[in-house]
């Protein structure tokens, strides 16, 4: 009986601290939209000026109206529980169809390739991958996001963890994220009408991009990722995020997906070797559609004037559903705020593997001090191979030409020449396509010039 007492205690306790952490778990916190929308990570909160805490998207499980015992769901008073997810009078297990009413996207995916998902199709659930230690937060850390490194405890490798031997996974396996090859695809909402947002706490989108797959990078891998676009105001906004798809397949693609130089031609890279441009988000005025990517598309580092994007809004009741498909309508071809989500431009030997011939270089501030004087700092890596950044330095605005010339005083490359304000500044510089040697960096600005030597050693 004694031993009984303890068994039953200790089941207890163990049960007990599983939950203690709660209040730090991602499902509790909401904190993923918060990170991503909050003006001071570039997001979307810069054109609205409203915070998440007055938006109704950050209860969103409330917007379920019940909760899975069959209770109405109290918006007005609604905060984050174990109810959400469990109907206890039935047990501790978590419906598949629970998961689903509040991770939409989800859903949208099954619907959009239905049947195709070998996970799904092998009748494994959510909670198959995703254990309760993850749900429930058991570690104690409050994640600013699902996409934070260590938010997400599952690794493919947990249960394929003898690869076939094969050349992609030799020459990908430490590079490539798994579901950037795997995956099907991505789904994407364009247009997503905010107004409706702040009135309803629900979504409204024109219609959704299939059949594309963004890569990026992150945590030095190529993964895949996704787009949004939003409306407000008649001002309009875009987020670029790493993403994982959960519609995945043995074989959903092949190497000339990627490769555009082993000529397949891959319809993004061929467009911006061609223009500098990438047609992301097209409006169709015949079928009043929003036209997405086909096939890879690359996130180059030039991104923010590179890709092309459509904005467009409802002009209906934003409280009335469903959508009337005629009153949407084009909005503008210019992006008022664009920012990047957990995710990095692909560094410049991938693009170059991938087929990409064009690599300018983008001038980027690195904080918000501002220095005394001018300077021109030594490049790193110094030596590099193929590229290296250079940092410089303004104490106020003026006009900048920073110019890379070879041992013999040819020009070379043109990084920078216009007028920037003051700040501290860097620029990449890629040696693709020169041969090894000695290379001067020379700055001029106002009255101030400098010059350093770095070396490419291929």
Not at 65 to 78: D, K, L, R, V
């Amino acid at each position: 009986m004694k031993h009984q007492l303890t068994i039953f205690f200790l089941i207890l306790s163990v049960s007990v601290f599983s939950q203690q952490n709660f209040n730090t778990s991602l499902h509790y916190t909401r904190e993923g939209k918060n990170t991503a929308y909050k003006s001071q990570n570039g997001g979307m909160q810069l054109i609205t000026n409203i915070p998440m805490s007055q938006l109704a998207c950050q209860k969103c499980h409330s917007i379920t109206g019940f909760y899975p015992n069959g209770n109405p769901i109290n918006p007005a008073t609604y905060v984050p529980s174990c109810d959400d997810c469990h109907n206890f009078a039935a047990g501790t297990s978590v419906l598949e169809q629970t998961c689903l009413n509040c991770h939409s996207r989800q859903r949208y995916e099954r619907q959009a390739y239905p049947n195709q998902d070998v996970h799904t199709n092998a009748n494994l659930k959510c909670t198959n991958c995703h254990s309760k230690q993850e749900l429930h937060g058991d570690d104690g850390v409050a994640y600013i996001s699902a996409k934070q490194p260590g938010a997400v405890k599952v690794k493919c490798i947990d249960c394929h963890s003898n690869l076939p031997s094969n050349t992609s996974h030799s020459l990908h396996n430490a590079k490539v994220d798994c579901a950037a090859c795997h995956a099907v695809s991505i789904l994407t909402c364009a247009g997503c009408h905010f107004e409706t947002a702040v009135a309803t706490g629900k979504n409204r989108a024109i219609n959704q991009i299939k059949d594309y797959r963004l890569l990026v990078k992150k945590e030095g891998k190529v993964h895949l990722g996704g787009f949004v676009t939003h409306s407000y105001n008649n001002k309009s906004n875009y987020i670029i995020s790493s993403y994982t798809s959960h519609i995945i397949k043995k074989n959903a693609t092949t190497c000339s997906d990627c490769h555009n130089n082993i000529g397949a031609g891959v319809p993004a890279i061929t467009q911006y070797n061609n223009t500098g441009t990438i047609s992301l988000a097209t409006w169709d005025p015949n079928t009043k559609k929003i036209v997405g990517p086909t096939g890879v598309v690359p996130l180059v580092r030039d991104w923010k004037t590179a890709f092309k994007v459509d904005h467009v809004t409802y002009t209906g009741d934003p409280n009335i559903f469903p959508s009337d498909p005629n009153l949407w309508v084009f909005l503008k071809n210019t992006t008022d705020n664009s920012h990047l989500y957990y995710a990095e431009p692909l560094d410049s030997s991938t693009l170059a593997k991938m087929g990409v011939t064009r690599f300018p270089s983008s001038v980027e501030i690195i904080d918000n001090n501002l220095p005394t004087e001018f300077a021109l700092k030594q490049n790193y890596p110094n030596p590099f191979n193929p590229e290296t950044i250079i940092e410089f330095s303004l104490p106020n605005t003026a006009f900048v030409s920073i110019t890379v010339y070879d041992a013999v005083g040819n020009k070379v490359s043109e990084l920078f020449n216009g007028q920037k304000g003051a700040g501290n500044y860097r620029v990449i510089f890629n040696g693709q396509n020169l041969s090894s040697g000695i290379y001067y960096v020379r700055m001029n600005a106002g009255s101030f010039s400098n010059t350093i030597k770095m070396v490419l050693m291929r």
